[in-house]
């Protein structure tokens, strides 16, 4: 008999509340079920900041996918994109022991100032058993 699998979107958010700095989660989890990692993108209350002033190092499972200094504008997709196209597609990344590590990077950019900070959310499309 085969397993039903479903996809689904896990939301990790962050708060950036110091210009120039460095935020380090390792601490999160996918659910116990998840077979596959598919896709991921990053979302912002305020989308410039993240486009202009952020980077990252993601890795999941124990397998670094993107390496510190990339490019928060990489992972990100307007509006006017259909929601299913706004995710990078990873193929079928195995999930490894489960954990989701992020170091996000905030540099000064003279388009955008800091203000008081904003919200990143790492969203991660994955294939579970339903």
Do not use: C, W
């Not at 996918?30 to 990053?42: M, Y």
């Not at 999941?60 to 196209?85: H, N, Q």
């Not at 540099?107 to 959310?121: A, L, M, N, W």
């Amino acid at each position: 008999m085969e397993q039903k699998t479903k996809e689904t979107r896990i939301t990790f958010p962050f708060k950036v509340t110091k210009a120039n700095s460095l935020v380090t989660i390792d601490n999160l989890e996918l659910p116990k079920h998840t077979k596959l990692v598919k896709g991921l993108q990053l979302i912002s209350d305020h989308p410039n900041r993240l486009y202009y002033r952020g980077s990252q190092r993601i890795e999941i499972g124990g397998e670094e996918l993107f390496p510190d200094g990339f490019d928060s504008k990489i992972l990100m997709a307007s509006v006017s994109v259909a929601p299913r196209e706004r995710f990078f597609d990873l193929g079928e990344v195995l999930p490894g022991d489960l954990l989701v590590k992020i170091r996000f990077e905030d540099k000064d950019h003279p388009k955008v100032p800091f203000e008081k900070g904003y919200r990143v959310s790492l969203v991660v499309l994955i294939e579970e058993t339903a």
